[in-house]
C-alpha cells in the first residue's frame, strides 16, 4: 500500500467520525438545551421570587424558634490522618445547634486516623469514634453502616432518638446553620440535600478549579431541574440529611443493611430507591440572611461562611487524581448505576437515568471532536507549508448538510459556554465567570480521560471477576482558626 493509499485511508476514516461525532454531539446538546430551557422558564414563573426555598423562612432567626431534635452526623473516615481532626474540631466549634452528635467511621488497620479522632473525641463529649468491624479499605457505604450500627447501639443505651442522620467527607466544611435548617425540614422531607460548592483555588490551578465550574452549574440548575419534573433528587455523597423513615426504608430495601455495599457510588442510588417508595427529596437553595444585621450570630460573614447554605471543600488540583476520582463516579453511575438500577420509572425517570449514562457516547463523541479538529489543523499546516503538495477533500462541503449541522452545533457550544459562564459568575463571581470559559477544555479532557479509565476498569472486573475496588482520592483541609485562640 503506497503513502497515498494509507492517507486516503486515513481521511476517510476521519470523515466517517466526523458524521458520527456531528450527530452525536447535537442530539447530546439538544438534551442539555431541554434542560435549560425548563430552568429559565421556571425562573421567570417565579419572577422575584427564585432565590427564596418555599419551605424554608426568608430570615433565618425564625430557625431559632424551632424546638431541636437530636441529629448525628456521621463521617467515613479511611486514611483521613492529615484532615479529619481538623474537620471534626472545626465542625463542634461551628454547629450553630446543641443537640447532635458527630460519628467518625474509622478502621481497626489504621492507627493514626484514629489517633486523630481520639484527639477531638478527648475534647468534645459529642464526637465519638466509631472503629469497623472489618479492616480497610472497605467501601464508604460499609462504614456508614457500621456507624449506624454504633448510633443504633448507643440509642438504646442511652434512652436517646436521633431524628435526623447526615453524611459528610473528612475534607467538607460545614455550614454552621446547616443543622437548624435540618431540623426545619426532617421528617417533613426524607431525603435533603445541600448544595456542594467547591473552594476556589488560585487562577492557575485549571484542574481544582474546574470542580467551581461544574459544580455551579450542576447543583445550581441541573438538580433543581430533575427536582422539578420527576421528584427525585439524588444524594452528593456529602451535605444530605436522612429521616428516620428514610433509614427504615433504605434498610428494608438493602435486606438488613442501610447502605448496599455493592456499588461505589451508593450515594447516587439512594435517591432513586427512596423515590420509588415514596420518600420525600428535595435539593436546598437558601440564602442566608437575618432580620436584624445588627443582631446576627458571630459567625455570620466570617472566614469560611458562604452566604449560601451549602457544602464546601477542596477537590483534586492534579489532572491524574481527577481523572481517578471522576473514573470512581463514572464506574458507579454509568456501570454499577446502569446494573443495579436498569429503566425504571416513568418517562421523565428514564429521561434522567438516560442523561445520567449519556457519558458512554458523549465523551467517545468529544474525543472524536479533538481528533477531527487536531486533523483539519494538521492538513491546514501542511498546506500552508507545502501549497502544491496533494490536497485532501473538503470533509465539510459548504452548502452541505454537514455544514449546516456544524452551525447549529456552534450555536450549542456558544450556549454551554454562556450557561456555564452565568451559574459560576452568580456563585464565585465575575472573575471565575471569564476563568471558567477556558476551563471547559480542561473539564473536557479529565472527562474524557476518566470514562475510559473506568470503561477499562470496568471491562477487566468483568474478565476477571473481581470488583471495582475503592480508588481514594487524598483530601486537604484550609486553616479556618488561624489566628483564634
Known amino acids: 500500500m503506497s503513502w497515498i493509499d494509507v492517507l486516503a485511508t486515513y481521511w476517510f476514516v476521519v470523515a466517517v467520525l466526523l458524521r458520527i461525532g456531528i450527530i452525536t454531539i447535537f442530539i447530546s446538546s439538544v438534551d442539555d438545551c431541554l434542560i435549560d430551557v425548563r430552568y429559565w422558564f421556571w425562573r421567570w414563573l417565579q419572577a422575584k421570587d427564585w432565590r427564596r426555598d418555599p419551605h424554608l423562612p426568608r430570615y433565618a432567626d425564625e430557625l431559632y424558634q424551632e424546638p431541636q431534635q437530636f441529629i448525628a ?55 465519638h469514634k466509631v472503629v469497623t468491624r472489618d479492616p480497610g479499605p472497605t467501601t464508604k457505604a460499609d462504614c456508614l453502616n457500621n456507624i449506624i450500627s454504633f448510633i443504633t447501639a448507643m440509642e438504646a443505651e442511652q434512652d ?13 466544611i460545614i455550614h454552621p446553620l446547616e443543622l437548624r435548617v435540618f431540623n426545619h425540614l426532617v421528617p417533613n422531607f426524607d431525603l435533603v440535600q445541600l448544595p456542594v460548592m467547591p473552594l476556589v483555588r488560585s487562577a492557575v490551578n485549571v484542574v481544582g478549579n474546574h470542580y467551581v465550574d461544574e459544580f455551579a452549574e450542576w447543583h445550581g440548575k441541573d438538580i433543581l431541574v430533575r427536582q422539578l419534573i420527576t421528584g427525585q433528587v439524588p444524594s452528593a455523597g456529602v451535605g444530605t440529611a436522612f429521616s428516620r423513615k428514610a433509614i427504615g426504608l433504605l434498610e ?13 457510588t451508593e450515594d447516587y442510588e439512594i435517591g432513586f430507591r427512596l423515590h420509588e417508595v415514596g420518600a420525600r427529596e428535595m435539593m436546598l437553595h437558601y440564602q442566608v440572611q ?28 492534579q489532572f491524574w487524581p481527577a481523572a481517578r476520582q471522576k473514573s470512581r463516579w463514572i464506574v458507579g453511575i454509568v456501570f454499577q448505576g446502569w446494573r443495579n438500577l436498569g429503566w425504571r420509572g416513568g418517562v421523565l425517570m428514564k429521561y434522567m437515568l438516560m442523561r445520567d449514562r449519556k457519558s458512554v457516547v458523549a465523551f467517545p463523541a468529544l474525543l472524536m471532536g ?9 492538513n491546514w499546516l501542511h498546506h500552508t507549508i507545502f501549497p502544491q503538495a496533494w490536497e485532501f477533500p473538503d ?13 447549529i452545533n456552534f450555536f450549542f457550544l456558544c450556549n454551554r459556554v454562556v450557561q456555564r459562564f452565568i451559574f459560576t459568575r452568580r456563585y464565585f463571581g465575575f472573575w471565575q465567570g471569564v476563568q471558567s470559559v477556558p476551563r471547559i477544555l480542561v473539564g473536557n479532557l479529565i472527562n474524557i480521560t476518566a470514562f475510559f479509565r473506568a470503561a477499562t476498569q470496568v471491562r477487566n472486573s468483568a474478565r476477571t471477576g473481581r470488583a471495582v475496588v475503592w480508588d481514594k482520592t487524598s483530601h486537604d483541609f484550609p486553616d479556618l482558626h488561624a489566628g483564634e485562640e
Open 160 to 172: 436517646i432518638h436521633f431524628s435526623c442522620l447526615a453524611y459528610h467527607d473528612a475534607e467538607d
Open 370 to 378: 479533538y481528533f477531527i479538529v487536531l486533523s483539519v489543523i494538521l
Open 290 to 317: 437575618f432580620s436584624d444585621t445588627q443582631k446576627t450570630p458571630a459567625w455570620f460573614g466570617r472566614k469560611g461562611v458562604h452566604p449560601m447554605l451549602c457544602v464546601q471543600e477542596y477537590f483534586p488540583n
Open 395 to 407: 470533509l465539510i462541503p459548504e452548502g452541505s448538510w454537514l455544514w449546516t449541522m456544524v452551525g
Open 73 to 127: 452526623i456521621m463521617i467515613p473516615a479511611w486514611q483521613e490522618a492529615p484532615v479529619i481532626a481538623r474537620m471534626a474540631d472545626y465542625a463542634a466549634r461551628t454547629f450553630d445547634y446543641s443537640n447532635y452528635h458527630i460519628f467518625v467511621g474509622t478502621y481497626p488497620n489504621d492507627p493514626d486516623t484514629q489517633r486523630e479522632v481520639d484527639k477531638v473525641a478527648l475534647k468534645y463529649h459529642n464526637v
Open 252 to 264: 428494608k430495601i438493602n435486606g438488613g443493611v442501610v447502605f448496599d455495599v455493592g456499588t461505589l
